[in-house]
C-alpha cells in the first residue's frame, strides 16, 4: 500500500506539473489573442476611416458630375389643373367637388397606400440643360405616338422642338449618367443598357440613334428605371421619395447633397 501511495504521489506531481505548462501556454495563447484583438479593432477603424474617406471623395465627385456636367433641375410648366378648368366650365359645381378633383389628380396609389404627389403633371426635370427636359409623371408616350405618326407621314420632318427628340435625348443622358454613377459608386446596375453610339449584340440602340418601336422603348425606359432605383436602394436614399416611374426626380434624390449616404 506504501508502494501504491508513492506510484500516486508521483503521478499526481505529474499531472500537476504537466497542468502548469498548459497553464502558462493559455496564457501565452490569451496574450496573443489579445494582441490580435487590438490588432484587429485597429485594422477595423483603420478601414471605417478610409472607407469615410472614400465616400467623400465619391460624393465630392459625384456633386461635381452633376452640377458641371449633368446639371439637374426642375422646371415649372404652364399647365393648368383640369379641376379648375371644369370649375370654370360648370358653374353648378361646388368648390369641395373641385378640391376633390383635384386632390384625386395628384395622389398616386404606391406600395399599398395612396401617395400625395404634388408634382405629378405640373413640372418637368430638364437635364445638361433647360431644353432638354422629360415629364415628371413618367409620362413618355409623346416619343412613341410621334414614332409611329412618323412612319405614316411623308415628307422631310420640320419639327426641330418635337418632344420626342427632347425626351430620347433626356433618356439618353440619363442612361449615361447612372452608368458613369455606378462605376463611382462601385455598384453593379442589375439592367444592362448602352448609351454610345455603337450598336450592341443585340443590334440595339438604346434611346440616342434610330427611333425605337413602342415594346423596345417601354422596355429600355424600364431598365433605366430599375438601374435608377437599384442606386437608390445602394445608397439608402429615403424610400418615401421615390417612384417606380419618376426618372429624373429619383436620379436628383440619389445625387441631392442632402443624401446622408452618398458614396457609401
Not at 6 to 24: F, G, S
Not at 50 to 73: D, G
Request: proline share 3%; aromatic share 6%; net charge positive.
Amino acid at each position: 500500500d506504501t508502494e501504491g501511495l508513492l506510484r500516486i504521489k508521483e503521478e499526481n506531481q505529474k499531472h500537476y506539473r504537466r497542468a502548469q505548462r498548459h497553464q502558462e501556454k493559455k496564457e501565452k495563447i490569451q496574450k496573443h489573442n489579445r494582441k490580435l484583438g487590438d490588432l484587429v479593432e485597429k485594422k477595423t477603424y483603420e478601414l471605417k476611416t478610409q472607407y469615410e474617406h472614400l465616400a467623400n471623395l465619391r460624393r465630392a465627385h459625384i456633386l461635381e458630375l452633376t452640377s458641371v456636367i449633368f446639371p439637374m433641375e426642375e422646371v415649372k410648366t404652364s399647365m393648368r389643373d383640369p379641376a379648375d378648368v371644369s370649375s370654370e366650365s360648370d358653374n353648378a359645381m361646388t368648390s369641395s367637388t373641385v378640391s376633390k378633383l383635384a386632390e384625386a389628380r395628384r395622389t398616386t396609389y404606391l406600395s399599398g397606400r395612396w401617395v400625395c404627389d404634388d408634382h405629378n403633371g405640373d413640372t418637368s426635370i430638364s437635364i445638361t440643360g433647360p431644353w432638354i427636359i422629360l415629364p415628371n409623371n413618367g409620362d413618355y408616350s409623346a416619343y412613341y405616338n410621334w414614332v409611329e405618326e412618323k412612319k405614316t407621314t411623308q415628307g422631310p420632318d420640320m419639327e426641330h422642338n418635337n418632344p420626342a427628340h427632347t425626351i430620347s435625348a433626356a433618356l439618353c443622358y440619363a442612361t449615361q449618367l447612372v452608368n458613369t454613377l455606378s462605376l463611382i459608386l462601385d455598384v453593379n446596375l442589375p439592367k444592362k443598357l448602352c448609351n454610345r453610339q455603337v450598336k450592341t449584340q443585340q443590334g440595339n440602340l438604346e434611346f440616342c440613334g434610330e427611333n425605337l418601336s413602342r415594346h423596345r422603348f417601354t422596355r429600355a425606359v424600364k431598365k433605366l428605371n430599375a438601374n435608377i432605383l437599384h442606386l437608390c436602394f445602394s445608397q439608402h436614399v429615403n424610400l418615401d421619395l421615390l417612384h417606380p416611374l419618376h426618372t429624373l426626380r429619383n436620379l436628383m434624390y440619389l445625387v441631392s447633397p442632402d443624401t446622408e449616404n452618398l458614396g457609401r
